[in-house]
């Protein structure tokens, strides 16, 4: 089977949003029973209108920075974060002088936590004979950069 391409950013995307949304396009990556996978360009003075749908829903945003509401509460998001909007909260997204860049990860079905055991962390006992699993390799990630090596007008460590 050929490897497949989806193209998404420049060129690649249309208005897109839910009814009220302006200033926005934007490219579906991936969509079907499991879910949505969205790349999003909000403009100056963009708005994804407060709304809710019953799926858990990840806004991660990568590029530039904005607004996001969830349920009453109001925050300041930029490229590096991320933000849940839980399923039946009404949530929604805008900038004012900038422009924003996003990914949208929208999780179809029932969170895993209705699943007993797979949030909790319970685990079966061992059969006798039975070993546990070998120690994991790797190490932990390396210390954020100092703030005075941080260009403030990308978002990115230099």
């Known amino acids: 089977m050929p490897i497949q391409v989806i193209r998404f950013g420049v060129g690649h995307r249309r208005p897109d949003g839910p009814p009220g949304t302006r200033g926005l396009t934007g490219q579906v990556i991936h969509s079907d029973g499991r879910g949505i996978v969205a790349e999003l360009a909000f403009g100056r ?14 806004f991660i945003v990568i590029e530039g920075g904005g ?77 954020p950069p100092s703030p005075e090596r941080v260009d403030r007008s990308s978002g990115e460590p230099l």
């Open 67 to 143: 607004w996001v509401l969830v349920g009453e509460e109001r925050l300041r998001v930029a490229a590096g974060e991320a933000v849940v909007w839980p399923p039946h909260v009404v949530h929604g997204a805008w900038t004012e002088h900038s422009q924003m860049r996003a990914f949208v990860v929208e999780l179809a079905g029932a969170d895993d936590g209705v699943v007993p055991g797979i949030v909790a962390g319970a685990a079966r006992a061992l059969e006798p004979g039975e070993t546990g699993v070998s120690p994991a390799e790797g190490s932990l990630a390396g210390r």
């Open 45 to 58: 003075n963009a708005l994804i209108e407060p709304h809710s749908n019953p799926n858990t829903t990840y």
